[in-house]
């Protein structure tokens, strides 16, 4: 079974930083594409950013683009979300997703449908 586990939320003010981290501890990263989504209170969960399963290629929601950076470590099985200059607006819980990309290393995805595993979330709380 697939278990992703999201760490690195927390508490902070409005211009801040944070780095959340994903792990799969028994999945074989390299062969799945990974996203990140957000979902606030009273809020669907949205797109925040995604990234190919080499690496390569990334994709980031309007909302968050020059101010996020998604990276990845297949050797540590590991996906990063580097979330600076943070803003009130960008407080909600943050998931990570995966989903097997058989496709090629190039390819990202950015719809929730479109992942099957899911991790449990870790909540970011942005103060102004």
């Known amino acids: 079974q697939v278990r992703l586990v999201e760490s690195g939320g927390g508490l902070l003010q409005a211009g801040g930083s944070l780095r959340l981290s994903c792990a799969a501890p028994?999945?074989?990263?390299?062969?799945?594409?990974v996203g990140w989504f957000r979902q606030a209170p009273g809020k669907e969960r949205e797109f925040v950013s995604a990234?190919?399963?080499?690496?390569?290629?990334?994709s980031y929601a309007d909302s968050v683009q020059g101010r996020f950076t998604i990276s990845r470590d297949n050797a540590q099985n590991t996906v990063y979300l580097q979330m600076n200059s943070l803003k009130p607006e960008d407080t909600a819980v943050y998931y990570c997703?995966?989903?097997?990309?058989?496709?090629?290393?190039?390819?990202?995805?950015?719809?929730?449908?479109?992942?099957?595993?899911w991790g449990q979330g870790t909540q970011v709380t942005v103060s102004s």
């Open positions: 028994a999945l074989t990263f390299t062969a799945y594409a």
């Open positions: 997703a995966a989903r097997m990309d058989l496709l090629g290393g190039s390819s990202y995805y950015t719809r929730r449908s479109e992942y099957g595993y």
């Open positions: 990234i190919s399963r080499s690496g390569g290629t990334t």
